[in-house]
């Protein structure tokens, strides 16, 4: 299973070529790691001290990290079978950063157990992505709003200049500079993924396809079951255990 690519078009075709992996926890004695690979791993180590429940999932799960250029459209995405988190080394250094932020709240939801099940409907399991996928981008903002705050601005401003994630950053950033308070920004940038009719149909579409994909290759029957009741009480909890509101808003697909 890969969760969803950040700001993609399609999922990836990855090929062998073209690709460098280095275990993280290798990376800063593996002379043969990429300079580019080890700043950025660096740079988000730092910004997690900060935001330790990160740091843990990073660690107990010991994904290898890869830059490839054979990403398409993608950015990057967290390979759940590999254990690898991609990156493209098409874009910035402080995009890098970013993007593992992304795919490191991935890495932290698996390792809670809180992934969609292919026992779900289609439509219920792309509802589940656009949770996965909006909480993602929650605290990937928060960490690198954090980051900026404490003098490495260079990950919130590719970010929020980023087409795709713009409106979610500028709705954080409001919040934060309004009222100062988390909680209520994190919800602020949740309920914003879901405005976008582009972004919407964008992973609908990937989602649907990775399911069908699934089953076609499990070969089992469709259960059709719902997103559990819990499944957004679980999922939508800050890094300090804090929980925030995260009701998506009525939103209808055209």
């Not at 459209?73 to 690898?84: K, L, M, T, V």
């Not at 698996?110 to 909480?135: H, N, Q, V």
């Not at 399911?211 to 819990?230: E, G, H, I, N």
Request: charged share 20%; aromatic share 10%; proline share 6%.
């Amino acid at each position: 299973m890969r969760y969803l690519a950040l700001l993609f078009l399609l999922f990836p075709n990855i090929t062998e070529a073209g690709e460098v992996c280095v275990h993280v926890s290798d990376i800063g004695a593996d002379p043969s790691a990429p300079a580019e690979l080890v700043q950025v791993y660096e740079e988000v180590a730092a910004g997690l001290e900060r935001f330790p429940s990160l740091l843990a999932a990073v660690e107990d799960q010991s994904p290898e990290l890869c830059l490839s250029s054979k990403m398409d459209n993608a950015h990057g995405y967290f390979d759940i079978e590999q254990n690898r988190i991609y990156l493209s080394d098409q874009i910035p250094i402080a995009m890098q950063v970013g993007v593992l932020l992304h795919e490191v709240r991935h890495l932290e939801q698996f390792s809670l157990g809180i992934c969609p099940s292919d026992d779900l409907a289609m439509k219920e399991y792309a509802r589940a992505t656009f949770a996965l996928e909006a909480d993602a981008s929650v605290v990937s903002l928060l960490v690198a709003w954090d980051m900026k705050e404490n003098g490495n601005s260079g990950p919130w401003l590719a970010l929020s200049a980023w087409p795709t994630q713009a409106d979610i950053a500028s709705s954080f950033a409001s919040e934060m500079r309004a009222s100062n308070d988390v909680p209520t920004a994190a919800s602020a940038a949740f309920d914003q993924w879901y405005m976008s009719e582009a972004r919407l149909e964008e992973y609908y579409i990937a989602s649907c396809s990775d399911f069908l994909d699934r089953q076609d290759a499990s070969k089992t029957l469709p259960r059709y079951q719902l997103v559990p009741a819990d499944f957004l009480d679980e999922l939508c909890r800050l890094p300090d255990g804090s929980s925030y509101s995260c009701s998506p808003p009525k939103v209808e697909r055209r």
